[in-house]
Structure formats: structure tokens, C-alpha cells
T-cell receptor
Framework: AQKITQTQPGMFVQEKEAVTLDCTYDTSDPSYGLFWYKQPSSGEMIFLIYQGSYDQQNATEGRYSLNFQKARKSANLVISASQLGDSAMYFCAMREALYNQGGKLIFGQGTELSVKP | ETGVTQSPTHLIKTRGQQVTLRCSSQSGHNTVSWYQQALGQGPQFIFQ???????GRGNFPPRFSGLQFPNYSSELNVNALELDDSALYLC?????????????FGPGTRLLVL
């Protein structure tokens, strides 16, 4: 069954420090994509980073990097040098390429990150 | 480049009424997906439209329906509103219904059913 698990309902981090948000997934599709989105209190879902199942290297986008461990089915988001503006809900999501032709993104329950000054 | 836009931003309806939510896709995108996000939950997939046809559907009843227009904008219609329909409705657009293209989301419509 398709599933995304985020085990940390809430996280605190000191400004300028790094933080890791956990995500594990379950799929039998050999081709899939993993996405991280940020959702501020305003509600808009902001795309952060993408990792394909066949990508050899971990994805990076500015201060965001994805620690992809395929054998463990984990796709943790690392935010370096946290800023106050990083305080938000963070969602991990998965999309399957072969078994899911309907474009469905499957989301986890989210992790609420609070950055302390 | 114009991002995904949604209207209205907020809406209050009473149980049993009908509602229409609107979404304009990002320029260059031909695929629109709709999601429902209840308070404290992750978004749940409602359906996707590609080339004006419903391309996939989540576990939502038929009173949730949609349209896509030739300019790729889309509508979500919900009939016979129930209290549990209160949620944030998110629209996302992408450049294809195939593969693993990133879906870009709009700001959402907050629906409250009384």
C-alpha cells in the first residue's frame, strides 16, 4: 500500500542551526518521486525539493537537501542554517510513475517546524 | 510567469448547499489536480484533469465533480455540502499527467460549512 510516514508532529530548532525532518515511504512501484513542500500559516503549499527513485545523487536546492536512502525507504529533508521564516508545516509527498496514472500525490501528516531566535 | 491562482480565498456555506471553486493553472501547464486538506491533516487527492477529461480520482463521492476548460483552468463543484466538507481546497498544476512532474499549488480556498 502506498504510504508516507512523518513521525515528528513538531520540531524546534535554534536559528542558524541545521534540522532534519524525517520521512519514510512505502511503495512497490520501481519508479517514483519524492517531494517536500512547505506550508506556512497562509495555507499555500510551496514546493521545496524533488528526488527521483533512480537519481544517483541526493537532491539539493539552496539550503534544502534531501537525504535519500532507498534501501531504508527514507527521504529526510535537511534544512541548513535555519531562518525564522522557515517556521511552517512541512509535508513529505510521493508520486508513483507506473502504478498511479492519475497523478495522485500522497502526503504524510506533516511536521510543524518552529525556529527559535 | 504567472503562478497558480484560486478563487475565492474564503467561503462560508450552509449544509446542503452547492459550491464552485475555481483555479487557473500556471502558464505552460495543462494538468490540474485538486486536493482537500482538513485541519491538521495532509492534503487528500480528489481528482486530476488533463485535456478536459478526468484523469484519476481519489476516494471522494460523486457529489465532488469538476471541469477543465480549453485554457486549462478548472472548477471544483461540491453538491449537497456536509459539515465534514469544511477544509482548505488546494489546486495544483503540472506540465503533464505522466511521469513525475512537480505539482505547483495555489493559495487555496478555505471553505466553512455551517
Amino acid at each position: 500500500a502506498q504510504k508516507i510516514t512523518q513521525t515528528q508532529p513538531g520540531m524546534f530548532v535554534q536559528e542558524k542551526e541545521a534540522v532534519t525532518l524525517d520521512c519514510t515511504y512505502d511503495t512497490s512501484d520501481p519508479s517514483y518521486g519524492l517531494f517536500w513542500y512547505k506550508q506556512p500559516s497562509s495555507g499555500e503549499m510551496i514546493f521545496l525539493i524533488y528526488q527521483g527513485s533512480y537519481d544517483q545523487q541526493n537532491a539539493t536546492e539552496g539550503r534544502y537537501s534531501l537525504n535519500f536512502q532507498k534501501a531504508r525507504k527514507s527521504a529526510n529533508l535537511v534544512i541548513s542554517a535555519s531562518q525564522l521564516g522557515d517556521s511552517a508545516m512541512y509535508f513529505c509527498a510521493m508520486r508513483e510513475a507506473l502504478y498511479n496514472q492519475g497523478g495522485k500525490l500522497i502526503f504524510g501528516q506533516g511536521t510543524e517546524l518552529s525556529v527559535k531566535p | 510567469e504567472t503562478g497558480v491562482t484560486q478563487s475565492p480565498t474564503h467561503l462560508i456555506k450552509t449544509r446542503g448547499q452547492q459550491v464552485t471553486l475555481r483555479c487557473s493553472s500556471q502558464s505552460g501547464h495543462n494538468t490540474v489536480s485538486w486536493y482537500q486538506q482538513a485541519l491538521g491533516q495532509g492534503p487528500q487527492f480528489i481528482f486530476q484533469y488533463y485535456r478536459e477529461e478526468e484523469n484519476g480520482r481519489g476516494n471522494f463521492p460523486p457529489r465532488f465533480s469538476g471541469l477543465q476548460f480549453p485554457n486549462y483552468s478548472s472548477e471544483l463543484n461540491v453538491n449537497a455540502l456536509e459539515l465534514d466538507d469544511s477544509a482548505l481546497y488546494l489546486c495544483a498544476s503540472s506540465s503533464s499527467d505522466r511521469g513525475l512532474e512537480t505539482q505547483y499549488f495555489g493559495p487555496g480556498t478555505r471553505l466553512l460549512v455551517l
